[in-house]
């Protein structure tokens, strides 16, 4: 028997170093991680699989309309003039190869009550502006939208400017506002559900919704808000310091708003029928999605209050530990299965090796349970796939051809591998770029913006969308290209690409 190599002893060692107590509970863990993602996305696939029972049941009853109501009496004349007065906020920045055909899903709703459209941009000089000008004026008479013109941001981000200028602009009837990002496709009845449930429960202060990424995979159940629905009322009169809290050195508006509910225990809501097409440029280079990456756990260095600031730093610890708790058993595993190759192929004995079978076997039980994650991962999914294409049964059909699960498992791992090191580097750097304009925090509000087209980017993270007007090459597709379309639609956390 040939004596071991210094390489094959090297990793012979490493696996039975990993066969230790501390590594065997992190291996473990790693395995409870999976089930439980498993668990958590089949509970999220069985409440849109009972809706589309729903409105199936309800088509085959003879409610022709059942995915926009429920009850058909409720189209009816005597109903739909009753319907409150919603103001819809969209805050524009660049224009890129989605953006028309969702700004057209969204303009086109058939909500039945008094509606209006505001779209919001920074100058005259951004490339939305005359897109969503043009537009308008091919809907002109059928729809009430008009472009609105912020200016320039100075206490906070562009995007929270923008959607505070399209409040102070809405009509003085109206009773909800609807902020929009406009990288979605709505479906026709959204609207309609969204003021039902208000109108049902006044005690919602944000109802909310989620995306499903296109065109390479998606989990759709993380804290990725679309959209919020609040009371008009809320901004006019500044109630629970929602504009000043905004306003006033306001990063992120999901965050903002999500910490002003939780400080005076404001009810935050997402209807199951929520999830919503977004389409992911297909020129997104893994660059873009790393700043993407930055962004999102740039969010965590925000906060209004001592309160908030304490959640954020949770927040931070306990991602940071699940993410790398859920690398490292991989790590482990491989070098598991490669002592046993080794052993298998060079002919080792396991008594020579002093190797035992216990990190094999758990290596083949991570296996089992990722496996179990990324059959509900799939359900999921494609239960989205089928409740999108029955709200929008005019728009083209979505379909699971869209994914590759290979490259989505690879980004799982890469994604929650890389989140630490992003969420360490905006602790300390504080400050980001986010669609060409440089932020810089401080006490955990904006405190300093700096524009300077020639030195910022020209597209946008995930809609890759031109910023400037002027259109630069194509990137070339490339592997690397790929895996990040696959992080940005696996990415957990909050996106803010406008």
């Known amino acids: 028997m040939s004596a071991l190599h210094s390489a094959d002893s090297f990793l012979l060692s490493l696996s039975i170093a990993f066969c230790s107590p501390l590594a065997v509970f992190i291996q473990i863990q790693g395995c409870v991680?999976?089930?439980?993602?498993?668990?958590?996305?089949?509970?999220?696939?069985?409440?849109?699989?009972?809706?589309?029972?729903?409105?199936?049941?309800?088509i085959k009853g003879g409610n022709s309309f059942a995915f926009l109501c429920h009850d058909i009496y409720e189209l009816e004349h005597s109903n739909q003039v009753n319907l409150p007065r919603v103001s819809v906020v969209m805050p524009l920045k660049g224009f890129g190869e989605h953006n028309l055909h969702n700004w057209k899903s969204q303009?086109?709703?058939?909500?039945?009550?008094?509606?209006?459209?505001?779209?919001?941009?920074?100058?005259?000089?951004?490339?939305?502006?005359?897109?969503?000008?043009?537009?308008?004026?091919?809907?002109?008479?059928?729809?009430?939208?008009?472009?609105?013109?912020?200016?320039?941001?100075?206490?906070?981000?562009?995007?929270?400017?923008?959607q505070l200028v399209g409040v102070e602009n809405m009509h003085?009837?109206?009773?909800?506002?609807?902020?929009?990002?406009?990288?979605?496709?709505?479906?026709?009845?959204?609207?309609?559900?969204?003021?039902?449930?208000?109108?049902?429960?006044?005690?919602?202060?944000?109802?909310?919704?989620?995306?499903?990424?296109?065109?390479?995979?998606?989990?759709?159940?993380?804290?990725?808000?679309?959209?919020?629905?609040?009371?008009?009322?809320?901004?006019?009169?500044?109630?629970?310091?929602?504009?000043?809290?905004?306003?006033?050195?306001?990063?992120?508006?999901?965050?903002?708003?999500?910490?002003?509910?939780?400080?005076?225990?404001?009810?935050?809501?997402?209807?199951?029928?929520?999830?919503?097409?977004?389409?992911?440029?297909?020129?997104?280079?893994?660059?873009?999605?790393?700043?993407?990456?930055?962004?999102?756990?740039?969010?965590?260095?925000?906060?209004?209050?001592?309160?908030?600031?304490?959640?954020?730093?949770?927040?931070?610890?306990?991602?940071?530990?699940?993410?790398?708790?859920?690398?490292?058993?991989?790590?482990?595993?491989?070098?598991?299965?490669?002592?046993?190759?080794?052993?298998?192929?060079?002919?080792?004995?396991?008594?020579?090796?002093?190797?035992t079978s216990g990190g094999l076997l758990l290596a083949i039980w991570l296996a089992i349970c990722t496996f179990t994650e990324l059959l509900s991962m799939w359900n999921l999914t494609r239960i989205e796939v089928q409740l999108c294409n029955i709200l929008s049964p005019e728009a083209p059909k979505l379909s699971l051809d869209y994914y590759n699960w290979s490259m989505i498992f690879v980004a799982m791992l890469v994604d929650n591998f890389l989140y630490p090191i992003s969420a360490f580097w905006s602790h300390f750097s504080q400050t980001i770029n986010w669609s060409g304009i440089r932020y810089n925090l401080k006490n955990g509000k904006i405190h300093k913006i700096e524009r300077n087209k020639d030195k910022g980017p020209e597209f946008t993270d995930l809609g890759g969308k031109h910023l400037y007007g002027k259109k630069a090459a194509t990137p070339k597709a490339s592997l690397l290209g790929s895996l990040g379309r696959s992080l940005a639609h696996w990415h957990q956390p909050k996106k803010y690409d406008v």
């Open 172 to 355: 003085k009837d109206s009773k909800y506002v609807l902020f929009l990002d406009d990288d979605v496709r709505f479906h026709p009845g959204s609207i309609g559900v969204l003021t039902t449930e208000m109108e049902k429960n006044p005690e919602i202060f944000i109802q909310t919704g989620y995306p499903l990424d296109l065109p390479s995979g998606t989990l759709g159940s993380y804290c990725i808000y679309e959209y919020h629905m609040m009371h008009a009322d809320d901004f006019r009169h500044d109630n629970y310091g929602v504009v000043s809290g905004l306003r006033d050195g306001g990063y992120s508006d999901d965050m903002t708003l999500a910490a002003i509910a939780g400080a005076h225990k404001r009810l935050i809501t997402s209807p199951p029928v929520a999830v919503f097409p977004h389409p992911i440029a297909s020129d997104l280079t893994f660059s873009r999605y790393w700043n993407y990456l930055r962004k999102q756990t740039f969010v965590l260095e925000s906060y209004i209050s001592t309160v908030n600031w304490l959640m954020n730093r949770a927040l931070f610890l306990t991602h940071f530990y699940l993410s790398w708790g859920f690398v490292a058993p991989y790590f482990m595993a491989m070098v598991h299965v490669a002592a046993a190759l080794q052993i298998y192929i060079k002919g080792y004995s396991y008594g020579e090796t002093t190797c």
């Open 107 to 162: 303009i086109t709703s058939l909500y039945g009550g008094p509606i209006e459209f505001l779209f919001v941009v920074e100058s005259t000089e951004d490339p939305a502006y005359h897109a969503v000008s043009q537009l308008i004026t091919e809907f002109k008479g059928d729809v009430d939208a008009r472009v609105i013109v912020a200016g320039l941001s100075t206490t906070c981000s562009q995007k929270i400017h923008n």
């Open 33 to 58: 991680i999976c089930l439980t993602l498993a668990i958590g996305w089949a509970f999220a696939a069985y409440v849109r699989k009972r809706e589309i029972n729903r409105i199936e049941d309800g």
